[in-house]
T-cell receptor
């Protein structure tokens, strides 16, 4: 099984619909992140969480919300999807502090299309 | 803030050597990472540099100069499967969450095409 699992892998939804992307991890990492990736723009941070009680906005949080249900689970919601939220979404995890020499571990991604 | 620059695209021939450069500006540098990402897939870890110098790992090597804010990824004996995007990422102290946050910021990636 994958260390970081994202569901669904692909999703097509209509404008105005609410949608949730889920992420779960078996790494035992405290820190979890949501990124979106668009061609030519790279990975951009949406939200991040350093533990269950900690939620922080990233550079592009407008239109998104998150929930850290447990150490292992971090979900991303689009309250009212719009077409420019069409992108590839990645969940990632990391160790606290500088102990890790591997940076982040990424999930396989969710390709979201808003029509 | 941070600024990470790398070329958008590169093309190289199978069997050759290619060097992908990355320059960065950051106030609290704590390490530089290179990731490989095939189209539509997750980024995967390639290398990590925190001290100046060259780290070699098989066909891939990564170099860091902290004083120049510069790194490169060197790929030798290129294979067709090396066609992918290569992401440079810098870890530093977060301005928003205090000391010890150590987040990664990613460059936009370099798309490498290996041709026969």
């Amino acid at each position: 099984d994958a260390d970081v699992t994202q569901t669904p892998r692909n999703r097509i939804t209509k404008t105005g619909k609410r949608i949730m992307l889920e992420c779960s991890q078996t790494k035992g990492h405290d820190r979890m992140y949501w990124y979106r990736q668009d061609p030519g723009l790279g990975l951009r941070l949406i939200y991040y969480s350093f533990d269950v009680k900690d939620i922080n906005k990233g550079e592009i949080s407008d239109g998104y919300s998150v929930s850290r249900q447990a150490q292992a689970k971090f979900s991303l919601s689009l309250e009212s999807a719009i077409p420019n939220q069409t992108a590839l979404y990645f969940c990632a995890t990391s160790d606290a502090g500088t102990a890790s020499n591997y940076g982040y571990t990424f999930g396989s991604g969710t390709r979201l299309t808003v029509v | 803030g941070q600024n990470i620059d790398q070329p958008t695209e590169m093309t190289a021939t199978e069997g050759a050597i290619v060097q992908i450069n990355c320059t960065y500006q950051t106030s609290g540098f704590n390490g530089l990472f290179w990731y490989q990402q095939h189209a539509g897939e997750a980024p995967t870890f390639l290398s990590y540099n925190v001290l100046d110098g060259l780290e070699e790992k098989g066909r891939f090597s990564s170099f860091l100069s902290r004083s120049k804010g510069y790194s490169y990824l060197l790929l030798k004996e290129l294979q067709m499967k090396d066609s992918a995007s290569y992401l440079c990422a810098v870890r530093d102290l977060s301005r928003n969450s205090g000391a010890g946050s150590y987040q990664l910021t990613f460059g936009k990636g370099t798309k490498l095409s290996v041709i026969p």
